[in-house]
């Protein structure tokens, strides 16, 4: 029987790729001994990036795009075969709604009326990358925020590096937050559900009980889906309270860290915290990021790494846990070998020039076999 995973997109982005010399002297960033110098303008220089990439993003959407890359058609992997199988993914996104109509209302068509240009953009991107996700599009209210959708940009030194990264909030008002609440709880029914991803702000200021309020929708429609959450502090610590406790929560070290220690009482679910060293597996305790370090990795990264970068690692890590939890179960032996999978994601964007994009279920299967996995993984209890 397939089990339905429902990926809900709330800070949808259009992410770019820029590459770029790192030469002052011909108007390009320039990155040196920690800092950032920018073109002097005032003396004609300008920014000369090599767009290398457009493309959907988010790191709700980026968890979707783990489940496509295992079921699209041409995946071969046994796991993708497996996959298919398994597994039904949807992902619903949340778009900024078009305050006027546009000019030509013939263009861009009758669906893409409803958002803002920014918003539709979005929707089209996703409509060309993905294929094997089931796509929902929700139009938010109107708003006067100028930043109602998001163009995210990520500069990199074309001799290799990260350089900068620009990745702005999203502004909604409060009738944006009703709508979403009103739309989950409304919404099919799923046995899995991800959330990720900074909020966006609220009537301009910070709103961390949003994933909480969310939660609770959920719940109210079906208590035992299995809800997974990445996100950290402030909103993560609003949903460890009874009532708005995620099942799963994937967070990376620093996240973790960010929550008070008193927050996690409570808790039953699983953890799973990540870094470059590897992931932790938790249930019924949170010890202090020192005392993880010194215990090391649950699941270790094989040496040898070739770091291009580690955008959307984090991201492509919570949806391989994701799949491994629907695919294995979520008991300790599934959460194990779940981990191992989220492991294999990361590592696959890690390496790859493409970031998230380059993740295919071909390239998860080869890393995979570099994990060391002759004893079965252990979650800790």
């Known amino acids: 029987m397939r ?10 982005a259009a992410d770019e ?5 790192t030469d002052p002297t011909r108007g390009c960033l320039w990155h040196r001994d920690g800092s950032v110098a920018l073109p002097d303008v005032a003396s004609g220089a300008k920014l000369r990036p090599h767009v290398s990439a457009a493309y959907a993003s988010g790191k709700a959407t980026n968890i979707a795009r783990v489940f496509d890359a295992f079921l699209r058609p041409d995946a071969r992997s ?6 298919r199988l398994s597994v039904r993914p949807r992902l619903v996104t949340f778009l900024p709604g078009q305050p006027g109509g546009y000019r030509n209302p013939g263009i861009p068509g009758a669906l893409l009326q409803r958002f803002t240009p920014g918003g539709a953009y979005l929707a089209c991107l996703q409509a060309r990358d ?21 163009r995210c940009v990520n500069m990199v030194a074309r001799a290799g590096g990260e350089l900068c990264n620009f990745s702005p909030y999203l502004l909604w008002s409060r009738a944006c937050v009703d709508t979403v609440l009103r739309a ?16 966006p702000l609220v009537e301009g200021v ?29 909103p993560l610590a609003g949903c460890l309270e009874p009532g708005t406790m995620p099942d799963v929560v994937c967070v990376n070290m620093d996240e973790y860290g960010a929550v008070p220690p008193r927050a996690w009482n409570g808790f039953g679910g699983l953890i ?15 010890p202090s990021p020192e005392a993880l370090a010194l215990r090391g990795p649950d699941v270790r990264v094989p040496g040898r790494v070739s770091v291009v970068h580690t955008i959307c690692a984090g991201d492509a890590a919570h949806g391989g846990l994701l799949l491994g939890l629907m695919l294995y179960g979520t008991g300790r032996r599934g959460a194990g070998l779940a981990a191992v999978l989220s492991q294999a994601c990361a590592l696959t964007v890690v390496e790859s020039r493409d970031s998230i994009r380059g993740l295919t279920a071909g390239r998860v299967q080869s890393n995979l076999r570099r994990f060391a996995t002759t004893s079965p993984i252990k979650v800790r209890a």
């Not at 046994?78 to 996959?83: D, I, K, L, V």
């Not at 294929?131 to 599009?137: E, F, H, Y």
């Not at 799973?272 to 949170?286: F, M, S, T």
């Open 206 to 234: 910070a709103a961390p009980d949003t994933y909480a309020r969310v939660i609770r929708a959920l719940r109210s429609r079906r208590p035992d889906t299995v809800i997974s959450l990445d996100v950290g502090g402030a």
């Open 3 to 12: 089990q339905s995973i429902t990926v809900y997109e709330l800070a949808p």
């Open 78 to 83: 046994e796991m993708a075969r497996r996959a």
């Open 184 to 199: 989950i709880a409304s919404g099919p029914v799923a046995d899995f559900v991800g959330l990720a991803g900074s909020l």
């Open 272 to 286: 799973a915290v990540h870094d470059k060293r590897g992931c932790w597996l938790l249930r019924r305790e949170a």
């Open 130 to 150: 993905f294929s094997a996700v089931d796509l929902a599009l929700e139009v938010l209210p109107a708003t006067d925020g100028i930043q109602t959708d998001r």
């Open 17 to 21: 790729l820029w590459e770029l010399e």
